[in-house]
């Protein structure tokens, strides 16, 4: 059991995933480790296709990828969620 803002809940809080660390590859690929200690490679040719990130086809700004506040964000203008990258990621 454990407690947030007043309130009980029953078993063990989850921990919340980032990303520790990432490099990202030339053929669109990052290389992340979490704080869960696992790594993993997120392909991202199809999320470069679509929306904003298709910004991210240019490829010194995609290998521009770092990590701020637990996530991978490029150019302090595009970022993408490090729940998002572990549930679509390989390992």
Known sequence: MY???GILYAGEPESEISV???QATDDYK???KF???EDKIYNAN???KSGVFTKLQDIS???QAHVDYGTVVW???LDISPEYLYE???I
């Open 3 to 5: 407690e947030v803002d």
């Open 20 to 22: 520790q660390s990432v």
């Open 30 to 32: 990052l290389l992340l």
């Open 35 to 37: 704080s869960n200690g």
């Open 46 to 48: 199809e999320l470069i």
């Open 61 to 63: 700004l995609f290998k």
């Open 75 to 77: 150019n302090e203008i």
């Open 88 to 90: 679509n990621s390989a």
